[in-house]
């Protein structure tokens, strides 16, 4: 089955880059999707296909993928953007959608 | 606005059934993918099933393939999960969403808020 792997938790000072790194095989060759889930809500999408915004995003909110490895960046993070963040994809193999573990992202 | 909510949660006892709905508005199911995506209590979300905008392709996580069908009714805007044979380990936040275009395979633009399955004697 094919697997994403995130890192378990990232800090940051608030004002600073937060960078949260998504690894697949060749998850370059796919679309990398990135969801933000606060405690209590429901997840809420901040990138797709790779690099893209939905409306009523943040344009410190940025994605890249290349390679094996997508990357969601927060640029300038604030107290309100500490979530847990997900990477998705989908693997066209199997006909699966895949999500990684996820990562907390805290902000102190 | 673009909005669907989950129902049908509840406490089951293993090896019963258990049927999620979610109803859609603001938007017309038929053009749209859906997905069933899971939460175990303090864990990482987990793909359910999808199911194409016309019903005619369905996929499942291998860990409900053969014990869950996802179906639509998109006479009455509304997406299903039924759950047979239920196990502890079923027990989840259930969260239906919408895909952001025809394309199963494409982002998760809109979630529910969620219904909780509790699977426990």
């Known amino acids: 089955s094919y697997d994403l792997s995130q890192p378990p938790s990232v800090s940051v000072s608030p004002g600073q880059t937060a960078s949260i790194t998504c690894s697949g095989d060749?998850?370059?060759?796919?679309?990398a999707y990135w969801y933000q889930q606060k405690p209590g809500q429901s997840p809420v999408l901040v990138i797709y296909l790779d690099t893209k915004r939905p409306s009523g995003i943040p344009e410190r909110f940025s994605g890249f993928n290349s390679g094996n490895t997508a990357t969601l960046t927060i640029s300038g993070t604030q107290a309100m953007d500490e979530a847990d963040y997900y990477c998705q994809a989908w693997d066209s193999n199997t006909a699966r959608l895949v999500f990684g573990g996820g990562t907390k992202l805290t902000v102190l | 606005q673009v909005q669907v909510v989950e129902s049908g949660g509840g406490v089951v006892q293993p090896g019963r059934s258990l049927r999620l709905s979610c109803a859609a508005s603001?938007?017309?199911?038929?053009?749209?993918?859906m997905h069933w995506v899971r939460q175990a209590p303090g864990k990482g979300l987990e793909w359910v099933a999808v199911?194409?905008?016309?019903?005619?392709?369905?996929y499942y996580a291998d860990s409900v393939k053969g014990r869950f069908t996802i179906s639509r009714d998109n006479s009455k805007n509304t997406l299903f999960l039924q759950m047979d044979s239920l196990r502890a380990e079923d027990t989840a936040v259930y969260y239906c969403?919408?895909?952001?275009?025809?394309?199963?395979?494409?982002?998760?633009?809109?979630w529910g808020q969620g219904t909780l399955v509790t699977v426990s004697t």
């Open positions: 199911i194409s905008f016309d019903g005619s392709n369905k």
């Open positions: 969403a919408k895909t952001g275009s025809r394309s199963y395979n494409s982002e998760l633009d809109s």
């Open positions: 603001g938007f017309t199911l038929n053009d749209y993918g």
């Open positions: 060749k998850l370059g060759d796919q679309y």
